[in-house]
């Protein structure tokens, strides 16, 4: 059985670490050869090589889903792509994503279409208070503009664009979910996440449920998914709206890299391969700290005698890059957070917004 | 950072899968490019490139200690060795193992030294009965004979022997212990180990201490030992006899792969790499069975729907030979029992004889 993954990041990095044990090998398909899934590939191959990439692949999936069409269209085209182009193609324009969910009861924020940035000010007026998101090649909080009573109050937007009611959420969560070949579906425990500057800095799993489960399932049956999806949440009140997916492992997912009977990576690599699902069982509350932009030298210093451990991904240093993630587990949900603050602390200090403002100079 | 691994065996592939997300780069000195841990290593040397091997490897250690001494040598004359070559050499002659243990006040079965089979059993007869086991090259039950009243019950051995005196032991257990470079020792928490026709067929932890842990922390500092060991006892009557140690990873440490804040394979490389060790705390009952001789086609079906998962390790299916094993967790130590028991008989089912037995046609 050989997987082929189309992106080379550590994403892909990680569905290798944790296929390789199901005696599965694996394919890479991405920009480099030195990018952290290339470099532990049993084959890498650069994007003009697809069709001799799908054809040495029995399956292919995504570790980035922006990819263009035409890479991965011969993989469609021989049945070999999990999950399917329709998950992916309502990812390239967030407004047949919002159309998608709205269409099937999926509850998410009220928005406009807009096409271009002034006709979305414009609209934005239906709302006190709104969040302008650029349809297209938009993520982590690039491509995204406040606005209230028709005042850019921060960021920007270009092109089409959709104009979504600011919802004053309690908190955001998320739910690492699948559903196999055969329909059947699954997911792990919530996740309580923590972002900042747009992008996502810990998270803490479980928190309750509010509903994500029966929208998971939802969302899942209604795009005959096949795969890992991970879905992010606003909470308030009690309820849960959906603020975006990803059709693929998810960066809020990692925690079930330590204290779950099975991660996300594995699980999304048995769906594909066709081998039963684990149930997942969180044994201990456990959660993640991201590590951006910048690696401390001290890592290993700050995690001692705690616990938690690094995934170190191998991948230059960038402003709002994710270069690795520490897994923290604790007894209780209380100790886990207690030490993904001091952990947190340890690795930024007063870097935080040096490492992942957009602009460092500019207050949060 | 780059690891060397003497040896390309499941051990190995198992520490570069766990090694990998510490930012850690392997190379692998073994048979073949074509084993478990050359497939997945950075780079591949044959045994005739040592000195390579050495070179471009910050640190070196075992995955299989039974290397000439002259293949490791350099790495040795280069500081390189971890653990040091004291503790394998003791592994290269029982003989020298036991003195050692009896040198050093650790708790063994009575024994003594001949210089052939026929000696042996004509020292044999100080117990009323004895095993007797070559002092080289006998692994995993092979070249042991046991003995009663001077008649061979079942086995053999050759040349050089240590006739020990049999312990009716109550049950076998294992602790994985490990020192660092600083001299500070730790411990996973123990298990209760099954074999079957003298190999490990599965473990259970937790289990009780019975001096265990202290008889590990002395063992590792008499030895100075740096890495991870596995060690061996007998239990009789609550208290624990060394029966051998492995001068790295070990088949009883598997478990700590699933339900544990760190595997032993992740912690060794921790401590080759000078990276602070993270506390082993045991979220859940976990254990092992392992996969002897034939891999099951429907090894996925055996598991499905159960807390347990496999590790394939890609090797070539051979009688008594270790080509998989099954991680597995459960809420309390009884149900991790039974589900050892069933995962046990849907793997081998009646073929237990025919998988393991050196002569599947003698009863065990």
């Known amino acids: 059985m050989r997987i082929g993954i189309t992106g080379s990041g550590q994403l892909g990095w990680m569905m290798i670490l944790e296929g390789r044990k199901l005696g599965v090998e694996f394919n890479v398909a991405g920009e480099s050869p030195n990018d952290p899934a290339s470099r532990i590939a049993d084959s890498f191959f650069p994007y003009t090589r697809m069709n001799d990439f799908v054809d040495s692949s029995d399956f292919v999936t995504f570790e980035f889903e922006h990819v263009p069409g035409d890479v991965i269209q011969y993989a469609m085209d021989q049945g070999k792509l999990f999950p399917s182009m329709e998950s992916v193609v309502l990812k390239r324009d967030r407004s047949r994503e919002k159309k998608f969910f709205t269409d099937h009861g999926i509850p998410t924020a009220k928005y406009y279409v807009s096409d271009d940035f002034t006709d979305a000010i414009e ?151 066709d081998l039963p699902t684990v149930n997942p069982v969180l044994y201990r509350p456990s959660g993640i700290v991201n590590i951006i932009g910048k690696m401390p030298t001290n890592i290993f210093d700050i995690l001692k005698g705690k616990e938690a451990k690094p995934y170190i991904y191998g991948k230059a240093e960038r402003r709002r890059r994710k270069i690795g993630h520490v897994n923290v587990t604790a007894e209780t949900i209380d100790d886990l957070h207690s030490l993904i603050v001091e952990i947190k602390e340890g690795i930024y200090g007063k870097t935080l917004e040096s490492n992942l403002s957009i602009n460092p100079h500019s207050s949060s």
């Open 123 to 273: 609209k934005s007026k239906a709302f006190s208070k709104s969040v302008v998101k650029q349809c297209f090649n938009g993520y982590d909080g690039k491509g995204q503009a406040l606005v209230e009573n028709g005042a850019v109050l921060s960021g920007s937007a270009e092109g089409k664009c959709i104009v979504e009611e600011f919802i004053d959420y309690d908190f955001e969560a998320s739910i690492i979910c699948y559903r196999d070949r055969h329909g059947r579906v699954g997911s792990f425990l919530p996740s309580l996440n923590f972002n900042s500057f747009g992008i996502l800095l810990y998270n803490e799993s479980p928190v309750n449920d509010y509903g994500m489960r029966e929208i998971s399932e939802k969302l899942l049956s209604s795009l005959n998914y096949v795969g890992v999806m991970g879905i992010e949440f606003f909470i308030r009140n009690e309820k849960a709206m959906v603020n975006e997916f990803s059709p693929r492992v998810h960066n809020s997912g990692h925690h079930t890299l330590m204290g779950s009977s099975v991660s996300q990576f594995e699980q999304h690599v048995r769906i594909l391969s």
